[in-house]
């Protein structure tokens, strides 16, 4: 069993960044498949990046490519979500998500069956 923290959510305005933290217990999240999510009111939630289980490979939303960067820690049991040039459209509750091993489809909600409560993101125009 994984339990996944977030962190670093806020406030922000248009053009600035956030850095967000998924902190893993319960075992080491090495060769765990991550990823985080977002879901803006009354929409579903939605992919925004994901890297494989044992780093090499990432993923992104087109709509963050460019600006967001996914990076893992596994010695510190800790994802990452550098978040740069925010825009009003990233607004959301931010979600980490995890699964052992190999994700065929990292970008699938589903394909996750770890996650954690969410921290939110609000940027402002």
């Known amino acids: 069993q994984v339990q996944l923290v977030e962190s670093g959510g806020g406030l922000v305005q248009a053009g600035g960044s956030l850095r967000l933290s998924c902190a893993a217990s319960?075992?080491?999240?090495?060769?765990?498949?991550m990823g985080w999510f977002r879901q803006a009111p009354g929409k579903q939630r939605d992919f925004v990046a994901a890297?494989?289980?044992?780093?090499?490979?990432?993923y992104y939303a087109d709509s963050v490519k460019g600006r967001f960067t996914i990076s893992r820690d596994d010695a510190k049991n800790t994802m990452y979500l550098q978040m740069n040039s925010l825009k009003p459209e990233d607004t959301a509750v931010y979600y980490c998500?995890?699964?052992?091993?190999?994700?065929?489809?990292?970008?699938?909600?589903?394909?996750?069956?770890?996650w954690g409560q969410g921290t939110q993101v609000t940027v402002s125009s």
């Open positions: 319960g075992r080491s999240f090495r060769n765990y498949a």
């Open positions: 890297t494989s289980w044992n780093g090499a490979s990432t």
């Open positions: 998500a995890a699964r052992y091993g190999y994700a065929d489809q990292p970008m699938a909600v589903g394909s996750y069956n770890y």
